[in-house]
Nanobody, 120 residues
Framework: QVQLVESGGGSVQTGGSLRLSCAAS????????MRWYRQPPGEQREMVASITAAGSMHYLDDVQGRFSISRDNAKNTVALQMNSLKPEDTAVYYCNADLFIPVTGLRVFWGRGTQVTVSS
């Protein structure tokens, strides 16, 4: 059973930093693109950052220059370093990844989410 498990959420004050991590486990052949999404209270889920297997990265305009996504292909992990946090970054953050799994092929998986709260 494939799982994505996030860690590293918490509460910080404006200007602070947090680092989120996500680890993939289970039976899969490879991991393609890995992403971080967030869902603020009462709003829709939006993609924050993505990174391909080759290391190509993309960011939501609002986090460009403040957040940094990285991955460790040997450990099947992806991280999101969040600096200069603002109250509007408050959300549940979700890990998302495209995995090649036996029989089915390429599938999208989601983690359960981790809460990030930024107070002013």
């Amino acid at each position: 059973q494939v799982q994505l498990v996030e860690s590293g959420g918490g509460s910080v004050q404006t200007g602070g930093s947090l680092r989120l991590s996500c680890a993939a486990s289970g039976a899969f052949f490879s991991i393609e693109t890995m992403r971080w999404y967030r869902q603020p209270p009462g709003e829709q889920r939006e993609m924050v950052a993505s990174i391909t297997a080759a290391g190509s990265m993309h960011y939501l305009d609002d986090v460009q220059g403040r957040f940094s996504i990285s991955r460790d292909n040997a450990k099947n992990t992806v991280a999101l370093q969040m600096n200069s946090l603002k109250p509007e970054d408050t959300a549940v953050y979700y890990c998302n990844a495209d995995l090649f799994i036996p029989v089915t092929g390429l599938r999208v998986f989601w983690g359960r989410g981790t809460q990030v709260t930024v107070s002013s």
